[in-house]
């Protein structure tokens, strides 16, 4: 380890959490329906479910806006307080304008600065929240607002079981505020990591490839997975990522209250509790029910626990999630 130090000097905390569901209910069963697969091969090697799908009329910025106002309801907070609103979603509802701006309008924001995090797929959520802890260093902010929504029903080829039967869409919310100085509570250390890869992608639709009938016909706008290839990166470094925010921040991982990790597979979090030598409970799981959610993923097992009243004053937590690119890391925070 480095002599560099991490922390923040400004004490914060999650004052409110919020989620929003799709109504359609998409379970293994009804998959068998269309694609070779099975309800017993699916639960095996992804511990899912069912999934939810969001309607055809609506966008991701439909479930964002939903997620938001529960969890500014569950903070007791007005849209007019935030002063600033991220969103992560590599399905945003257009490439222009800004989905974070979208859902400002519709929540009546109107001194927020929107964010955008679109790249980093399921790891945006770490990102998000990395940079709401850094904004609140500021003076000039108090409330942020962090929003993760992906809507991956859209972009995973209907006729593709290695995808079809791994996403579901979901968005989450955590309203981010200042606490109390000298609490003790806020963003005690980070870890993060990159190595590029094409294994998880969307080949078409920038600039390099831009949209054409041959790249429709190709199917080259869904996304595409190597599934051996996520499981090998995110099993090597999900848990050393992990370990290292712990070390940084002064803590055994044993005393790590709660874990809420990127819900992709239960398989791959159960190698990374068991790698780290820490109890499967102290994890919770939400991707039996919703699949994996993406950037939201982590932020609904954060929402579970937080909507139950388990996450206490000083309870110490670990966010941490990898996404397609690809890119990882953590975050280790004290509740206030």
């Not at 490439?95 to 009546?108: E, F, M, R, V």
């Not at 003790?184 to 990591?193: H, R």
């Not at 209250?257 to 409970?281: C, K, S, Y």
Request: with cysteine; glycine share 8%.
């Amino acid at each position: 380890m480095s002599a560099r130090q991490y922390g923040l000097p400004v004490s914060i905390t999650v004052s409110g959490t919020g989620v929003h569901l799709p109504d359609t209910v998409v379970t293994n069963r009804m998959l068998e329906e269309t694609l070779e697969t099975s309800d017993e091969w699916i639960v095996r090697r992804t511990g899912i479910r069912e999934r939810r799908w969001l309607a055809p009329e609506r966008a991701t910025s439909d479930m964002g806006i939903a997620a938001a106002r529960s969890a500014l309801q569950a903070a007791g907070m007005p849209a007019s307080d935030v002063d600033a609103i991220v969103v992560s979603t590599y399905t945003y509802d257009q490439p222009l304008p800004s989905t974070a701006l979208i859902i400002k309008d519709a929540l009546g924001a109107p001194r927020a600065l929107p964010f955008d995090v679109t790249q980093a797929a399921c790891a945006g959520g770490v990102q998000a929240m990395l940079l709401a802890a850094h904004l609140l260093q500021s003076p000039a902010m108090e409330t942020v607002l962090v929003i993760a929504a992906d809507c991956a029903s859209r972009v995973t080829d209907p006729r593709d079981r290695v995808t079809r039967i791994f996403f579901g869409d979901a968005a989450a919310a955590a309203v981010v505020t200042r606490a109390a100085s000298g609490s003790g509570a806020g963003l005690l250390s980070w870890d993060y990591g990159s190595q590029l890869s094409y294994d998880v992608e969307i080949q078409a639709g920038g600039s390099r490839v831009p949209p054409s009938a041959a790249t429709i016909a190709d199917r080259r706008h869904y996304l595409r997975m190597d599934g051996r290839a996520v499981w090998n990166t995110a099993t090597a470094n999900l848990p050393e990522s992990i370990a290292n925010a712990a070390r940084r921040a002064q803590l055994p991982i044993g005393e790590i209250t709660h874990f809420f990790l990127h819900q992709a597979n239960l398989n791959i979090l159960t190698e990374t509790m068991t790698h780290l030598g820490v109890p499967m409970d102290r994890a919770p799981v939400t991707l039996d029910k919703l699949g994996n959610t993406g950037a939201a993923g982590m932020f609904t097992a954060l929402h579970q626990t937080f909507a139950q009243g388990r996450l206490k004053p000083g309870d110490t937590y670990i966010l941490s999630a990898i996404g397609a690119g690809f890119q990882w890391g953590t975050l280790c925070f004290r509740h206030a």
